[in-house]
């Protein structure tokens, strides 16, 4: 695993973008697995800007979202489907047709997994995938636990993780208790991975995600056996790993 230290949280989110635009610069019609949450919004500024004022283009690129919650239709503010267009898609020159999130909303759960699984593998597979971890662990939305064969599929909310994005709901009660995830077997087919973390908070995580045993009960952990995997963190998260 390639750590690169980045001094706070501004220049994590530039590297990462840096490293997405490369890619785009060396592919035109990359396809890139995005993530949600709070880490990646300095990122997508930073890829917006690169939009804007390097003329850095998208319309070839083809997105695949790591997870959306269970039950949100796309114009509830707390989806993915919602996070995604706010954030970044509506303000760079993506095609919509090429952008792709599980459908949380979906009627058959089951076979929306098997639809998205099967429309990675048919755009070639994600070239560079953008990560988050979990405090306990999780990446996507992979809890502790999760069998590491496991492809896109649905997931039962740890209360941790509720309670973890509780911050983005108007109270718990409103937090759904599923979601649809890309497993671990899809995260890990991604031919380049770029973790991103920010913050003491997540410090704890980091280490064990970096120097701890490979276990399902830390989902992150499997990140060890991946041949091309980036993280990318401030100080504050290196904290632990640099005692
Ligand atoms: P965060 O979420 O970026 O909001 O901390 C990361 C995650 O839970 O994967």
Do not use: W
Request: hydrophobic share 35%; aromatic share 6%; charged share 20%.
């Amino acid at each position: 695993m390639n750590i690169i230290r980045a001094e706070n949280y501004k220049e994590m989110s530039q590297l990462a973008a840096k490293k997405l635009v490369e890619q785009i610069n060396e592919k035109s019609d990359s396809v890139l697995g995005l993530a949600t949450g709070s880490t990646p919004e300095g990122l997508y500024e930073e890829i917006i800007k690169a939009h804007k004022e390097d003329n850095i283009s998208f319309k070839d690129v083809t997105t695949f979202n790591l997870d959306e919650y269970v039950g949100l239709n796309k114009d509830n503010h707390q989806s993915y489907y919602y996070y995604m267009h706010h954030l970044l898609f509506n303000h760079i020159d993506i095609n919509g047709g090429q952008v792709n999130l599980p459908n949380g909303d979906a009627h058959d759960l089951q076979e929306e997994c098997n639809r998205y699984e099967k429309a990675i593998k048919q755009a070639g597979g994600v070239d560079i995938q953008i990560l988050g971890i979990g405090l306990n662990g999780h990446i996507g939305f992979n809890e502790p636990g999760t069998p590491f064969s496991m492809q896109t599929h649905i997931i039962d909310l740890d209360e941790s993780t509720r309670q973890a994005n509780a911050r983005f709901f108007d109270s718990i009660d409103d937090v759904p208790s599923q979601a649809i995830t890309m497993g671990i077997d899809t995260i890990m087919q991604s031919k380049q991975i770029i973790l991103i973390v920010s913050g003491s908070q997540k410090a704890e995580a980091l280490e064990k995600l970096v120097n701890g045993p490979v276990t399902e009960d830390f989902p992150a952990s499997i990140l060890q056996q991946h041949a091309n995997v980036t993280i990318i963190a401030n100080r504050d998260a290196l904290s632990e790993l640099s005692k």
